[in-house]
């Protein structure tokens, strides 16, 4: 099981979007080294099939149209141009029964104690949990 989010609103904005890299074998310390290098304000996840999701955040709603399109010049700075790009759609019409597509959060179907590493190797924390363990010792 799964649980998904939908980012589009019924007002056609939204608060966060993604990128979705779909590459099994990505590297994802190269990836998080070239986010860094551009400085860009993404966070990355593992995807449930071994890719990246690459969220981005907004402190307030934004159109659906703004997200999508910042995620596309992203994805081609960062190389993985032609990614889908969450949200999907730039409009929906609630009255029509339209919801937009969802996208599995993080961590989906990952054992607890694959979760901790999962989500400091998501953040780059490793340097700093090594550096953490050698203060320890001394």
Not at 70 to 79: A, D, F, N, T
Not at 113 to 138: A, D, E, H, P
Request: proline share 4%; hydrophobic share 35%.
């Amino acid at each position: 099981p799964a649980l998904g989010i939908i980012p589009i609103t019924e007002n056609n904005d939204c608060r966060w979007g993604c990128i979705d890299i779909d590459e099994y074998d990505l590297d994802h310390i190269s990836l998080i080294k070239s986010i860094r290098s551009f400085k860009l304000p993404v966070i990355v996840c593992r995807s449930k099939s071994g890719g990246a999701h690459v969220f981005l955040f907004t402190k307030e709603n934004i159109p659906a149209s703004l997200m999508q399109s910042k995620l596309k010049q992203m994805s081609v700075i960062l190389g993985y141009e032609g990614s889908e790009i969450f949200p999907k759609q730039t409009e929906i019409l609630v009255e029509r029964g339209d919801t937009g597509n969802f996208l599995n959060l993080p961590y989906h179907n990952v054992h607890l104690r694959n979760f901790i590493s999962s989500m400091m190797f998501t953040v780059g924390l490793k340097k700093k949990s090594k550096k953490l363990k050698s203060k320890k010792k001394k």
